[in-house]
């Protein structure tokens, strides 16, 4: 089992920066492949980005060019660099980890972009 703990969410302006800690609690995390979804009130979880145990991004083309996912192995933490947002970025956004085939998701943390 691991346990993934989300941190960084708030509110900000549009156009503003923000980025999201995901701690992860495995000690095997570079094995990793980590992610970031988000679900805005109303609608279905969607993908933000991914960054596999390769290195190997990928990113919803509402985000492509601003927001940035990166890993730390030796903090066993993944980061969502989040620049120049809009309103529609707002969303309770979710740290994914896949290990072995096997699923886990955090608890979420807000992000708010006022206007």
């Known amino acids: 089992q691991i346990k993934l703990v989300e941190s960084g969410g708030g509110l900000v302006m549009a156009g503003g920066s923000l980025r999201l800690s995901c701690a992860a609690s495995?000690?095997?995390?570079?094995?990793?492949?980590m992610g970031w979804y988000r679900q805005a009130p109303g609608k279905r979880r969607e993908l933000v980005a991914t960054?596999?145990?390769?290195?190997?991004?990928n990113y919803a083309d509402s985000v492509k060019g601003r927001f940035a996912i990166s890993r730390d192995n030796a903090r066993n933490t993944a980061y969502l660099q989040m620049n120049s947002l809009k309103p529609e970025d707002t969303a309770v956004y979710y740290c994914?980890?896949?290990?072995?085939?096997?699923?886990?998701w955090g608890q979420g943390t807000q992000v708010t972009v006022s206007s």
């Open positions: 960054l596999n145990s390769a290195d190997i991004t």
């Open positions: 495995d000690n095997i995390f570079k094995f990793n492949d």
């Open positions: 994914n980890s896949i290990l072995w085939g096997t699923n886990f």
